[in-house]
């Protein structure tokens, strides 16, 4: 469990950067833009360290199907939808938004999947989310004044999650980590680069200008390759809820790094947020006892 949890921490910190890198090409590139230059880049970086192991086994028998779907799923529909949200609404909603995907998960789980919800899970959920709102500082009341388009697109996006990891752990878990975010990747690039040749392509000559193309490093390198190493990680060895859960974890990760590089203060809300999500995902992901359940199954 400590290289779970170890996974899911880095990953947080990882995707702590990712809205505001997001905010910061959507507007010059666009939102296929945003998700082609991530795809892209997220590609490359999969693809030298396959490279540099020479492990190529499991690409040849990958399910096309499944892989395909995941992708869309997983990748390309969910962040275009995002960075769409986010010409739209503010990143404190988006974020907010962002962090229901745990329940989004549970409850698809169990419409879809045939899983069974245990009241402290629903309990974890509650209280991470509650450590999500007080963290973020947002007014709940104002939702009205924000646009409807960018609240629904950011729903659109954590439900695309929620399904994406049930037919992750479902179909894909005799695959590789490593080829399935390379696969899954690779196939959003290339649906990603359609989309951009139908919509503009000057985004091409725009991806090379330096602020734009160190953004997508940034993005495409560590927020999509080096990110979905650890994401599937943590899909296969802990499960589609215990992965979601990480989005509980990067609103904390983004006040790390505005303590860190931007010298903001941290406020006794933040902690008191932080320590709330922290026992939200502990007791989520927490599993019953075995003897607990020999005796339920005996009586």
Request: aromatic share 14%.
């Amino acid at each position: 469990m400590a290289r779970l949890y170890g996974a899911l921490f880095t990953l947080s910190l990882i995707w702590g950067t990712s809205f505001l890198f997001i905010k910061l090409l959507v507007e010059p590139i666009g939102a296929w833009g945003v998700v082609f230059g991530r795809c892209l880049f997220g590609t490359v970086i999969l693809l030298l360290i396959i490279a540099f192991r020479n492990d190529w086994k499991g690409f040849k028998g990958l399910p096309l199907g499944i892989i395909i779907l995941v992708s869309l799923l997983n990748n390309a529909i969910p962040w275009f939808l995002i960075a769409l949200s986010e010409t739209k609404i503010t990143s404190s909603y988006a974020s907010l938004i962002n962090a229901t995907t745990p329940i989004w998960t549970l409850i698809i789980g169990f419409l879809f999947f045939q899983n069974k919800l245990r009241l402290f899970q629903w309990l974890g959920i509650a209280l991470g989310f509650t450590g999500i709102i007080i963290l973020s500082g947002v007014d709940i009341t104002n939702i009205k004044d924000q646009s409807a388009v960018g609240l629904f697109t950011m729903v659109g996006a954590t439900l695309c999650y929620g399904f994406s990891t049930h037919l992750t752990k479902k179909y894909l878990s005799t695959v590789s980590v490593t080829m399935i975010s390379l696969s899954t990747l690779l196939v959003s690039a290339i649906i990603s680069l359609i989309m951009v040749l139908i919509t503009d392509r000057s985004i091409f000559t725009m991806i090379l200008e330096p602020s734009i193309f160190w953004g997508l490093v940034g993005l495409g390198v560590f927020g999509s390759g080096i990110a979905y190493l650890l994401y599937y990680y943590c899909i296969q060895k802990g499960s589609p809820e215990f992965a979601s859960l990480v989005t509980y974890l990067v609103p904390i990760s983004a006040m790390f790094w505005g303590a860190m590089v931007l010298n903001e203060d941290i406020h006794l809300s933040m902690i008191t947020g932080f320590i709330l999500i922290l026992g939200g995902v502990y007791i989520s992901s927490k599993k019953p006892k075995e003897k607990n359940i020999r005796m339920s199954k005996s009586a």
